[in-house]
């Protein structure tokens, strides 16, 4: 069955960084985009970044351009998210999820979501 | 970008109610929307893609429809497993944009 878990979430001081991974199973990992999606507590939800099936093509909010940055092992079978200059504001709940899309640029929807992991940006 | 309207932003209704929640785009999506129920606590699972296709497990008292800037997600007979917030996502373009969401509670 398919799962994704996130881990490397914390508590950090603003102007910080962070990793976030998301380690995949139960599909074929280098066929599909993947996303990260964060949830402020108690509000909705935003996208954050996308990648391609291949690493080649990614695509981020305006909010998190030129701080964050999206990337992949396919080897590992693992996603990543880069943050940096980390803001309070950046303080949310931080899913990865699949993309039903296969081996294409765009999306067709999510089909799978991890459990999630808490950024927590506070001095 | 588009933007995604949900109404209500919450209901209250009870077991074997007929429930629609209505999602409106600011542009043409065609059929590129997705619904996504959300539990407290829990992470967001995934209902139905391109507008009308439920995901595979989703109960067939689930149903969506519209295209363009017009959806509609329907509960035929609420169940006490359904009270939930529900969100509409368009894909068509990046960035993918969620509704405010829909809050169905107990009445």
């Known amino acids: 069955q398919v799962q994704l878990v996130e881990s490397g979430g914390g508590v950090v001081q603003p102007g910080w960084s962070l990793r976030l991974s998301c380690a995949a199973s139960?599909?074929?990992?280098?066929?599909?985009?993947m996303h990260w999606v964060r949830q402020t507590p108690g509000k909705g939800l935003e996208w954050v970044a996308v990648?391609?099936?291949?690493?080649?093509?990614?695509q981020y909010a305006d909010s998190v351009k030129g701080r964050f940055t999206i990337s992949r092992d396919n080897s590992k079978n693992t996603l990543y998210l880069q943050m940096n200059s980390l803001r309070p504001e950046d303080t949310a709940v931080y899913y990865c999820?699949?993309?039903?899309?296969?081996?294409?640029?765009?999306?067709?929807?999510?089909?799978?979501w991890g459990q999630g992991t808490l950024v927590s940006v506070s001095s | 970008d588009t933007q995604m309207t949900q109404s209500p932003s919450s209901l209250s209704a009870s077991v074997g109610d007929r429930v629609t929640i209505t999602c409106r785009a600011s542009?043409?999506?065609?059929?590129?929307l997705a619904w996504y129920q959300q539990k407290a606590e829990k992470a967001p699972k995934s209902l139905i893609y391109t507008a009308s296709n439920l995901h595979s497990g989703v109960p067939s008292r689930f149903s969506g429809s519209g295209s363009g800037t017009e959806f509609t997600l329907t509960i035929s007979s609420l169940q006490p497993e359904d009270f939930a917030t529900y969100y509409c996502q368009q894909y068509n373009t990046f960035p993918v944009t969620f509704g405010g969401g829909t809050k169905v509670e107990m009445k």
């Open positions: 990648i391609s099936y291949d690493g080649s093509t990614k």
């Open positions: 139960g599909f074929t990992f280098s066929s599909h985009g």
């Open positions: 542009q043409n999506i065609n059929s590129w």
């Open positions: 999820a699949k993309d039903l899309l296969v081996a294409n640029w765009g999306s067709r929807g999510f089909d799978y």
